[in-house]
């Protein structure tokens, strides 16, 4: 079955640049979607087709994808971005939507 | 503003079958990929699978055996059934919106809207 790995856990300063990575193959053929969730709610779509942001979703949410990863980039990081955040795609091989295992981003 | 409930048992005994509902408000169940997610305590989510409006199903090939997904349109509601229970399937259930197609050579597949969830406990 098809994978997308990420990891567990990124740590970032206020004000400074957060990215988190996902991982595939050949994730770049696939188009990558974003979930941030806070504790206690449900997941919030902030990024789709790789680098699409929803409305109301700030600027500072962006996406990129190459090769075999897709990464999430948040730009000027506030306390309120404090979230897990997980990626997902389609794999067309099995027909079926896959998540990656989550990366828990800290503000510190 | 769409707006969907998920409802259901919050408490069912290991090797019976979990019926939830998701019903959907403010908006049509025509069009869109209306799907199903579950999230173990304290883990990540998992892809349970999809209904499209004209009837079209995918499931998690992992769980395909035991997964029904139908859709009530004339209440705008669809449903998940997850059949043969144990303890792993205590998690969270979400229902969404999601959006499909092709665009550009490539799938697209991704959930805009979103339930607030239902916990399940599978427990004797």
């Known amino acids: 079955s098809y994978e997308l790995t990420q990891p567990p856990s990124v740590s970032v300063s206020p004000g400074q640049t957060a990215n988190i990575t996902c991982s595939g193959d050949?994730?770049?053929?696939?188009?990558c979607s974003w979930y941030q969730q806070k504790p206690g709610q449900s997941p919030v779509l902030v990024i789709y087709?790789?680098?699409r942001r929803p409305s109301g979703i700030p600027e500072r949410f962006s996406g990129s994808d190459s090769g075999n990863s897709a990464t999430l980039t948040i730009s000027g990081t506030q306390t309120m971005d404090e979230a897990d955040y997980y990626c997902?795609?389609?794999?067309?091989?099995?027909?079926?939507?896959?998540f990656g295992g989550g990366t828990r981003l800290t503000v510190v | 503003q769409v707006q969907l409930q998920e409802s259901g048992p919050g408490l069912v005994k290991p090797s019976e079958t979990l019926s939830l509902t998701c019903t959907v408000s403010?908006?049509?169940?025509?069009?869109?990929?209306w799907s199903w997610i579950r999230q173990p305590p304290g883990k990540g989510l998992e892809w349970i699978g999809f209904?499209?409006?004209?009837?079209?199903?995918n499931h998690n090939p992992a769980l395909r055996s035991r997964v029904t997904i139908s859709m009530e349109t004339s209440k705008n509601q669809f449903s998940l059934k997850v059949n043969s229970l144990t303890a792993a399937d205590t998690a969270v259930y979400y229902c969404?919106?999601?959006?499909?197609?092709?665009?550009?050579?490539?799938?697209?597949?991704?959930?805009?809207?979103w339930g607030k969830g239902t916990t399940v406990i599978v427990s004797s």
């Open positions: 969404a919106r999601g959006r499909f197609g092709d665009f550009s050579r490539y799938y697209y597949y991704h959930l805009d809207v």
């Open positions: 403010s908006g049509s169940i025509s069009s869109y990929y």
């Open positions: 209904m499209s409006s004209s009837g079209n199903t």
């Open positions: 050949k994730l770049g053929d696939k188009y």
């Open positions: 087709h790789g680098s």
């Open positions: 997902q795609a389609w794999d067309s091989s099995t027909a079926a939507g896959v």
